[in-house]
Every structure is written in C-alpha cells, then in structure tokens.
C-alpha cells in the first residue's frame, strides 16, 4: 500500500514535509533541554552528525520504500560516468570561484588567508540540500509538471529556504535561486546527484574558506564604494553581479560538458515503468 501512495508526486512531497517538520520538532525539544538524557547519551558532537543524517536517511527509506526504487534511482548510480560527472562538478566550482577570486583581488580586495572549512560538513550540508531539493522536491514536481516547471519551482524553494530566519534579500535571493537552477540542471542532464552535489560542495569550501562565513567580508574594504556592488553586499559574494554572470555562464556551457549516464536514465525509466504498473492494478 505504501508503494501505491509513494508512486504519486504529491503524496512524496507531502510525506517528506511532513518527516522533517517530526525531525525539526524532535531536534527543537531536544535542544531546548526536553529530552537531557539524549544529549548525555549520544554527545553533542554525535547528535550534530545525526541531525544532518536524519534527513537524508528519510530520504532512502521513501526511495527504497518506492516500487523499483533504489540508490540508482535517487541519482547515485555508480560508473564510470560518475567519476566523470563529479570532476566537472568540482573544477567548474573551483574555476567559477577562482575567476572571481581574481577579480575582487584585481579591484582592490585584500585576501591574506585561508581558514579551510571543514570538508565533513561542507560535504554533508550540500549532500542535504542537494538530495532534499534535486532528489526528492524537483524529481516529485517534474514528473507531474515537467522539467522547466520543476527547476523554477525547486530553485525558488531552495532560495527561500536560505531566508527563513532573515529578511529576504533580493539579489542574494536571485542568485541562490539562480544556483538552484544551475543545480537542478545537471541533475536534468546527468540524471544524477554526484555533480550538484560535487559543485555544491566545492562552491562553499572555496567560499567559506577563503571569503568566510560572515555578511560582506572585510576582504573587500579595498574595492571602492562604487563597485562593491558587483562582488559583494549585505550577503556577502551571493550578491554580487558578478556571481550572477558566472552562473549564467555556467549554466549557458553545461549541455555542452555533460553527458547523461544511460545506467541512472535506465533505471529511473523502470522505476517510472513499474509505477505506472502498480497503479493501473489498483484501477482494474
């Protein structure tokens, strides 16, 4: 019966929502000092692990929960399209950044530093945001609305979800949207995760590592007031103009350095296959 419900959109977004609304509570009480002995149990550094695993640990039981779905279906399939598909994913990030690194030194930016973030997290916040948003939210809207629909959908979702504590920043706001449709992209063209996720993660170690996590770096005191605007702002490099042109531009040459894996399209036909399938046997 599950199966059966799992096989409409809806019912997963539905679903998912609600999961993480029960984890968000779970984690709200714990925090707040409901459930002490959980924390003296399992340490607050372990509890800080379990926190980022929990979603995505729903996330495989809703996939696996699915008729024909698996790992492969949820866009981890495994080949040699796969090395290929997280190397673009990396040097894209890491040319994307370095370009505009350059450019803030060339203005009057002063980077002396490089406090490395750690790779741990960085990893396990875009392996979040990527199999929440792309694996799960844009894969539900799409089969029912379409590509184009589900990548402006998704992406407004994913930038949203960077304001829910603060006041929406507007230019910040079309970036991340604009990244969101950069993401949801090459999974369209990769029928898989490993590049979003690659890209994801390469984009904020470089940020976070050398901009920093704080609101308009002091790195860029040199730059004169006229032209902050075009590489930060109240929200630091995501506000800038010249974020926006790097991802136009990456987003313009992606169909031309990607190349879907005919394992992930296979198995995301049979699953689609099998579903359609098990619905028509509840109608007959």
Not at 9 to 35: D, E, H, K, N, P
Not at 137 to 143: L, S
Not at 237 to 256: A, D, N, R
Request: proline content about 4%; aromatic content about 14%; glycine content about 8%.
């Amino acid at each position: 019966m599950l199966a059966y419900i799992l096989a409409f959109w809806w019912a997963r977004i539905i679903i998912y929502f609600i999961s993480l609304c029960t984890v968000g509570m779970l984690v709200y009480m714990i925090q707040t000092g409901l459930f002490p002995v959980v924390l003296d149990i399992v340490g607050s550094r372990i509890f800080d692990q379990l926190i980022f695993l929990a979603p995505i640990g729903l996330t495989l039981v809703l996939e696996y929960s699915r008729t024909g779905g698996n790992y492969k279906t949820l866009g981890f399939s495994v080949s040699r399209f796969s090395i290929k598909e997280v190397s673009v994913g990396i040097t894209s990030a890491a040319v994307a950044l370095g370009i505009l690194i350059l450019a803030t030194l060339v203005s009057g930016a002063t980077i002396t530093t490089f406090n490395a973030e750690s790779l741990v997290d960085t990893v396990q916040t875009a392996s979040l945001e990527e199999i929440g948003f792309r694996g799960v939210i844009f894969r539900a809207i799409e089969e029912r609305f379409g590509s184009g629909m589900a990548l402006v959908i998704s992406s407004l979702l994913f930038a949203y979800a960077h304001f829910y504590t603060t006041p929406i920043n507007y230019p910040a706001f079309l970036n991340i949207a604009l990244a969101g449709v950069v993401f949801g992209a090459m999974y369209v063209l990769t029928r898989s995760l490993w590049m979003p996720i690659a890209f994801h993660f390469c984009w904020n170690y470089i940020e976070y590592s050398v901009f920093g996590r704080s609101p308009d770096p002091a790195i860029f005191a040199g730059i004169p007031q006229n032209f902050r605007w075009l590489f930060t702002g109240e929200y630091g490099i995501e506000q800038g103009l010249c974020t926006t042109i790097i991802l136009v531009i990456i987003l313009l040459i992606l169909p031309k350095i990607t190349t879907a894996s005919p394992y992930a399209a296979a198995a995301l036909f049979e699953q689609r296959f099998a579903e359609a399938k098990l619905k028509a046997s509840y109608k007959i």
